[in-house]
């Protein structure tokens, strides 16, 4: 008996690790899985083993993948003179659902945000230096969303990239301040794109 319950209590522990789920969430989700759902559970369980042991981090584009190289990096169609910086994979997903970008990928995984401690080296800005100067890259896009920590992101960029000889631009306005590109209509992000400067 005692087993069961901890086994109970040790999901209810994991679950409260997602972003967002308190206590009574956990316990309701737990509950719900024991109760209604055990295939789901099951599922649950393997996806989360599979996506934790072959998630990686794409070496070219910082995205996730599976390979080391993700699809996109690899994709001769691609042109590999315009790359595009975003903060997240569900930024790019958006900027890609437009299908008005055919350049290439880096994916900050994050935004500066010294409050909360995260600097240069952790939004992977070296890595990002090495990948805008490889000699293909002729312009950068900085598409970061337009947030205050968005945009002093694509300030620092800016400053890092440009006297290195790189062309560096900002998704134009008409996406609304404040806004994050994942919530923004596809339309806008697109003429964003083309009216960049
Ligand atoms: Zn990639």
Redesign the pocket.
């Known amino acids: 008996m005692a087993s069961a319950a901890s086994s109970l209590d040790a999901l209810i522990d994991a679950l409260r690790r997602l972003p967002g789920v308190g206590v009574k969430s956990a316990q309701r989700m737990a509950y719900h899985l024991m109760q209604h759902d055990r295939d789901g559970a099951m599922l649950l369980s393997r996806a989360l083993g599979e996506a934790a042991s072959h998630v990686r981090h794409?070496e070219?584009?910082n995205?996730y993948?599976e390979a080391p190289?993700?699809s996109?990096?690899l994709d001769p169609q691609r042109d590999a003179r315009l790359l595009c910086v975003v903060e997240t994979p569900a930024d790019q997903a958006a900027l890609e659902r437009t299908g008005s970008f055919r350049g290439l990928y880096f994916v900050l995984m994050g935004k500066l945000s010294p409050l909360d401690g995260v600097g240069l080296r952790d939004i992977g800005l070296p890595r990002l230096i090495e990948r805008a100067t490889d000699g293909v890259v002729e312009e950068v896009i900085v598409a970061t969303n337009f947030t205050a920590e968005g945009e002093a992101t694509a300030h620092v960029i800016g400053d890092a990239l440009r006297p290195r000889g790189v062309r560096v631009t900002r998704l134009a306005r008409g996406v609304p301040v404040g806004s994050e590109l994942e919530y923004v209509d596809l339309g806008t992000i697109a003429h964003a794109l083309m009216d960049r400067r």
């Open positions: 794409c070219r584009c995205t993948t190289v993700c996109v990096c």
